[in-house]
């Protein structure tokens, strides 16, 4: 089957990112034809540095690699070097309508930030990612639960698509990872991103000492129960993650310490701590070693992209023939 998914340049990849989307990547690559993209014109929609993005999106390459993409097994390659991206985005834009756009959470949430000056390209930005999507017939989409709802216009435009030009696309599946929703360090009711501030994320590049620190003042139990209530565990944020980086055998231990009190939150945050390192320390040191070789990065990405345009050429020149576009 082939897979599409794509990621902003938007700075060091945390943990949030790492478990809802790019492990699991690195797990489906093994077993589908996968196109992985640095989608640096959805970074456009939101507040960026025209200066930072170029390093930003080298930094993002460098991160994936040494997290485990593969450029031998997945085409993998910058939005922007493959300029059927955009032009798929226009002719998409013509069959969707403007209150389904209007209609989608991320677009009512993130416009209210900022009432008096919502950009067209946040309206839009669904559309971009339909065509992300369709340009490569893709048939799974593999995304955190905040995304399905554009998985599911995506859908709605190609079945608009199909039934007003005929058959064309394919109708993709968003898949769900284990991990759909890390939540802040700071407030478990939030999604767990870097707008919040550094103490609310742990970032893949952090070092034991710092990742203690984090947890160390992360909040445990939201729903403020006495630890020996059952079920607590279930809820605290910190156990959350024990789930991701500990054996079985020691996330009974703690549960079992958690509900009789034989354990304390700072042992069950050292713990957790010392586990996740243990699984970033491989890929720290894996990237430092990439990241002395930018050029290799830029060849990496050039090359994957000659193999997106490729296929994305060829699927457009079918598209515009059909809308009546070639003559």
Not at 41 to 65: C, G, R, V
Request: proline fraction near 4%; hydrophobic fraction near 35%.
């Amino acid at each position: 089957m082939k897979l599409f998914s794509g990621i902003q340049p938007s700075g060091t990849l945390h943990l949030g990112n790492y478990l809802g989307a790019v492990k699991n990547w690195i797990k489906l690559q093994e077993e589908h034809e996968s196109i992985i993209s640095i989608v640096n014109y959805h970074a456009l929609s939101s507040d960026f540095s025209a200066s930072l993005l170029p390093k930003q999106t080298i930094e993002m390459a460098t991160d994936l690699i040494a997290c485990g993409i593969d450029p031998q097994k997945s085409i993998f390659f910058v939005q922007s070097d493959v300029p059927e991206h955009t032009e798929l985005t226009w002719i998409l834009s013509c069959f969707v309508s403007l209150g389904e756009l209007k209609r989608m959470t991320q677009f009512k949430e993130k416009s209210q930030e900022n009432k008096k000056n919502v950009k067209a390209g946040l309206l839009y930005y669904p559309v971009l990612m339909a065509a992300d999507i369709l340009l490569y017939q893709t048939q799974i989409v593999p995304v955190g639960e905040d995304q399905l709802q554009h998985i599911e216009l995506a859908r709605m435009i190609a079945r608009n698509f199909n039934k007003k030009i005929g058959k064309t696309f394919i109708e993709p599946r968003g898949v769900l990872t284990k991990a759909p929703r890390l939540m802040s360090l700071k407030n478990p009711q939030e999604k767990m991103s870097k707008s919040k501030g550094e103490n609310t994320y742990i970032a893949l590049n952090d070092s034991l000492e710092t990742i203690e620190k984090k947890l160390g003042s992360a909040i445990t139990d939201p729903a403020r129960k006495k630890i020996s209530d059952p079920g607590t565990s279930q809820k605290c944020n910190i156990y959350h993650l024990h789930q991701f980086f500990s054996t079985l055998k020691e996330r009974e231990e703690i549960e079992q310490g958690c509900r009789r009190a034989k354990i304390g939150c700072l042992s069950c945050k050292k713990a957790l701590a010392q586990n996740i390192f243990a699984e970033l320390k491989p890929i720290q040191e894996k990237r430092k070693k990439i990241a002395e070789n930018p050029e290799k990065i830029k060849k990496i990405l050039q090359k994957g992209a000659k193999k997106a345009q490729q296929i994305a050429q060829k699927n457009m020149k079918e598209i515009k023939e059909k809308v009546g576009l070639l003559f």
